[in-house]
């Protein structure tokens, strides 16, 4: 059965950086699509990046930049470096797995989110 564990947010002041982590279980790691999505308070939740099994990335416009994903294989974990945060990163934060990057939203498996606040 996969897991999708997530540690790390809290809250930064604007120009601050935070990172998150997903560890991840159950499934074949090395030939999933995963990435992470945000939804804000009154907000549609959309993705923030995605990363393919063969490490080509895509990032939100707001994002580029600012934010780095990165895959330890290893330890099958995913991460998000946030740097100069804004206040309009603020959101909760979930990782997302998927075979294809395009089945994330609909037949992913997710974490269980974790919240970002940029406040000062």
């Known amino acids: 059965q996969a897991q999708m564990v997530q540690s790390g947010g809290g809250t930064a002041q604007p120009g601050g950086s935070l990172r998150l982590s997903c560890a991840t279980s159950?499934?074949?790691?090395?030939?999933?699509?995963m990435g992470w999505f945000r939804q804000a308070p009154g907000k549609e939740r959309e993705e923030v990046v995605h990363v393919d099994y063969d490490s080509t990335t895509s990032y939100l416009d707001a994002v580029k930049g600012r934010f780095t994903v990165s895959k330890d294989n290893d330890k099958k974990t995913l991460y998000l470096e946030m740097n100069n945060l804004k206040f309009e990163d603020t959101a909760v934060y979930y990782c997302?797995?998927?075979?294809?990057?395009?089945?994330?939203?609909?037949?992913?498996?997710w974490g269980q989110g974790t919240q970002v606040t940029v406040s000062s």
């Open positions: 997302a797995a998927a075979i294809r990057c395009d089945w994330l939203v609909d037949h992913g498996y």
């Open positions: 159950g499934f074949t790691w090395r030939t999933y699509c």
